[in-house]
């Protein structure tokens, strides 16, 4: 069985990037690596406010690994993000931080999900702190954090999750839980991307990703099912055995399909 990834302190490189990820996808070129998008972004004049350091970080650090690692993400989220409401948008883009983060979607699974379950209604920079010092003492880290880089990162978690969302936007005392219901186009996009990693049905359902929306086993075949009745796909059960037929051959199909084309 591999070994989960360690943590990093990547995230301190910039948050949820919202608006800079939407202004970066609309100047994105099929085929782009970070060096020809941040000499695009800095021509562009559309990052005014933003130093050429910054973008670079920026670019290099947040957006690269976010949405330029895997094959076709960036051009996807490109296509796809202008068709949907805001809170779709920032569930897609929260996927993608927390697959390059595994430090917040850990958190998000770990911590703000239970928390959410058990009818409390705030997370404070304690409950943060406690989860990044226990992943330290349990070696989750390539090596041990000073305590400046613990708490740093701590409250960076806090923001990343306000910033898609998930809490309430404040800089001091307990943060609000905010409601949230996983849009059935980011489901079914969702479900494809991990259908064409080769992943079979059962694996598909069982995914740790659903569980950055709050969704168990049982939540996952009801998108499933929500997904059937918009033609996306064919769900059949039979007690515990499920079977999907996928109506569509690659992502792009998929994405022209969300994008309503």
């Known amino acids: 069985m591999s070994q989960p990834p360690l943590y990093t302190t990547q995230l301190q490189a910039g948050l949820g990037l919202i608006e800079e990820t939407q202004r970066l996808l609309e100047l994105y070129e ?13 021509e562009s004049g559309q990052f005014p406010l933003v130093s050429a350091r910054r973008l670079d970080n920026i670019v290099r650090e947040c957006f690269g ?7 076709g993400v960036a051009e996807w989220l490109k296509q796809l993000l202008p068709h949907l409401d805001s809170d779709a948008r920032r569930q ?15 958190f998000i699974r770990e911590v703000y999900w239970p928390r959410y379950t058990s009818g ?11 989860f990044v010092e226990d992943a330290v003492r349990a070696g989750r880290t390539q090596k041990r954090w000073a305590d400046s880089t613990i708490s740093r990162i701590s409250s960076y978690l806090l923001s990343a999750c306000a910033d898609f969302g998930l809490l309430e936007s404040r800089r001091s005392g307990p943060r609000r839980l905010y409601s949230v219901r996983l849009s059935t186009r980011v489901a079914g996009y969702l479900a494809y991307h991990l259908k064409f990693q080769g992943l079979g049905d059962n694996q598909v359902l ?36 499920t079977h999907i037929s996928w109506q569509h051959k690659n992502m792009q199909e998929v994405v022209n399909v969300l994008a309503g084309y």
């Open 30 to 42: 099929p085929g782009m690596r970070y060096p020809q998008l941040f000499t695009k972004a800095l």
């Open 65 to 71: 690994p976010r949405y330029l690692r895997q094959p």
């Open 92 to 106: 897609l883009l929260m996927l993608h931080t927390a697959r390059a983060n595994p430090i917040l979607a850990d």
């Open 120 to 130: 409390r209604d705030s997370l404070s920079r304690d409950d943060a702190l406690r």
């Open 206 to 241: 069982n995914h740790p990703d659903w569980q950055l929306f709050g969704l168990e086993r049982a939540d996952v075949r009801e998108q499933f099912k929500r997904l059937s009745l918009e033609g996306l796909l064919i769900m059949q059960t039979a007690g515990n055995v």
